[in-house]
C-alpha cells in the first residue's frame, strides 16, 4: 500500500537511535544530532572499526550525553541495530553498497530509516526499497542535505512565488575534486575508489539532481521519465595514480569511469534535467543548481539571478541580488534560534537537515523526503551506466510511486510558498 501523505505515521516524541556508520560522515551526523535541544536519545553506534567508536564516543562524551552502547564488526554488529526493538530510528552512514541492504532490514524491523546517498545502487535494489517501506508503513528518508541549503531553498521560493515564470529547464551537477579521496589508505579511500574501476556513469547524482527535483515538484504532479547518458574518456585517474608511491594498490588498479559524465532526463510534462559528475578533474566544486524560467533564471556556485524586468542579458548586481536572496530566504533558516552557519556542517544545511526531519518524525508530520524520491533520485546511478554501456541510448525510468505521481500532494516544505517577508 503506497504511504500517503495525509496519513502519516504517529509521531515518535522521544526519538531513540541507533547509528551504523560512525566514519566521516556519520560522525558528522551524529555531531548534528547532538546540537538539538531535545527529542533525541541516541542509543546504539555500531562500526567495523574500534577507532571510529572510540572517537563517537567521546563527542557523545563531550556533549555531556549519556553513553551510547558500542557494537564493534560487520554484519552481526549492523543487524543487531536493525532488529533491536528499543529502537525508533536507524541511521545509516555506510559505504554505498551497504546501504539499501541495511535500510531494508532496518525497516523490516519496524524502524525507520535514515539513509546517506546514494540509497541503492541497482534499480532492484530501489524497488527494494520501495516495497518495504510500503509494507512496513515505515519511513526510508534520504539525507539529501543539499536540498536544504541556503541558497538552494532561495530558490525553491523563487520558483513557487512564480518570480521566474514557468520552469522547463534546470541544471545540475556534482563537481568536486576528490582525487586525493580516492586514494587515501583510510576511510573513504577504502572503497569509494572501487566503482571507478567498474562501472562508467553518474555515480553520485544525487546532490545535484535533488535540490532541482525539489523545485520541480517530481513525484507530485510530474516525474522523471526518460535518461539519456555519456562519459568522456577516462584519464585523470590513470594520471595521478602514476605519481602515488610504490607499493600503493591505485597504481596497478584500471580505471574505467569517465572524468565527466552527462546526462540529460526528460520528465513526464516534457522538462529537461542535464546532471553532470565529475570528481576527478582541476575544476572548482559546483552543483550548479540551475533554474531556467519563462521569466527569469536562478544559477548557483556562485549564485546568480537575472530577470525579465531587469533585462536578462546581465545578472542582477552584487547589490540587487542580495536584496533578492533575503527576501526569499527560506524560513528554515530565518527563523532559526542560532545561525547555521555558524553550528553546522556544510555551510549550515546539515543541521537545518536534521533538525527538520528530526521534527518530522516527532510531530508526525510526513517527511519532506521520502522512499519514492530516495529511489528516483538514486536510480540514476544504474540508468546512467545502463545507458552508457548501450552507446548512450535512451533508457526508461521506473515510475516507483506507480502512477500516483499524477495526484500525490507535494511534500518538501510545502509551508514554503515565497518571500518570507
Not at 582525487?179 to 572503497?191: D, I, K, Q
Not at 562519459?231 to 602515488?244: F, N
Not at 528530526?358 to 521520502?370: A, E, H, K, S
Amino acid at each position: 500500500m503506497k504511504l500517503d501523505p495525509e496519513h502519516p505515521a504517529p509521531p515518535v516524541e522521544e526519538i531513540r537511535i541507533g547509528m551504523i556508520g560512525l566514519g566521516g560522515r556519520g560522525r558528522s551526523l551524529l555531531r548534528e544530532l547532538l546540537k538539538l535541544p531535545e527529542g533525541v536519545e541516541i542509543c546504539v553506534l555500531a562500526d567495523p572499526d574500534e577507532a571510529a567508536l572510540d572517537q563517537a564516543a567521546d563527542l557523545m562524551r563531550e556533549a555531556l550525553r549519556p553513553p551510547a552502547e558500542l557494537r564493534l564488526g560487520q554484519e552481526p554488529a549492523w543487524m543487531s541495530v536493525c532488529q533491536d526493538p528499543g529502537l525508533d530510528l536507524v541511521i545509516i552512514a555506510s559505504p554505498w553498497h551497504l546501504h539499501a541492504t541495511q535500510a531494508v532490514t532496518a525497516m523490516s524491523g519496524r524502524k525507520h530509516v535514515f539513509v546517506e546517498v546514494p540509497a541503492a545502487l541497482t534499480i532492484e535494489e530501489c524497488w527494494d526499497l520501495v516495497n518495504t517501506s510500503e509494507q512496513t508503513s515505515r519511513y526510508c528518508i534520504l539525507l539529501e542535505n543539499c536540498c536544504f541549503g541556503r541558497s538552494e531553498l532561495a530558490g525553491l521560493n523563487m520558483v513557487r512565488s512564480g518570480l521566474l515564470g514557468q520552469i522547463t529547464h534546470t541544471e545540475c551537477a556534482y563537481i568536486h575534486d576528490l582525487r586525493e579521496v580516492l586514494f587515501r589508505s583510510s576511510g573513504e579511500g577504502l572503497w569509494r575508489r572501487g566503482p571507478h574501476t567498474r562501472v562508467d556513469g553518474n555515480l553520485y547524482p544525487t546532490h545535484g539532481l535533488g535540490p532541482v527535483a525539489t523545485c520541480l515538484d517530481l513525484n507530485h504532479g510530474d516525474r522523471i521519465e526518460r535518461i539519456v547518458s555519456m562519459s568522456s574518456p577516462e584519464a585523470a585517474l590513470s594520471e595521478a595514480a602514476r605519481d602515488l608511491p610504490e607499493g600503493h594498490p591505485g597504481r596497478t588498479e584500471k580505471f574505467v569511469t569517465g572524468d565527466v559524465n552527462t546526462s540529460l532526463l526528460r520528465t513526464e510534462l516534457g522538462r529537461s534535467i542535464l546532471v553532470q559528475h565529475d570528481v576527478v578533474s582541476p575544476r572548482p566544486y559546483s552543483r550548479i543548481n540551475g533554474l531556467v524560467g519563462t521569466r527569469g533564471s536562478f544559477f548557483g556556485f556562485p549564485d546568480r539571478l537575472a530577470l525579465d524586468e531587469h533585462g536578462a542579458h546581465e545578472w542582477l548586481s552584487e547589490k540587487e541580488l542580495k536584496k533578492m536572496l533575503k527576501k526569499y530566504d527560506s524560513r528554515l533558516w530565518s527563523e532559526q534560534d542560532e545561525d547555521p552557519e555558524s553550528i553546522g556542517g556544510h555551510g549550515g544545511m546539515d543541521y537545518v537537515m536534521m533538525a527538520r526531519l528530526i521534527d518530522c518524525l516527532r510531530t508526525g508530520r510526513y517527511p519532506d523526503i521520502d522512499v519514492y524520491d530516495a529511489a528516483a533520485w538514486s536510480s540514476i546511478y544504474p540508468l546512467s551506466i545502463d545507458s552508457v554501456n548501450y552507446g548512450s541510448q535512451p533508457h526508461s525510468v521506473p515510475d516507483f510511486t506507480r502512477g500516483w505521481w499524477k495526484r500525490t500532494p507535494r511534500i518538501f516544505l510545502p509551508e514554503e510558498i515565497g518571500p518570507t517577508t
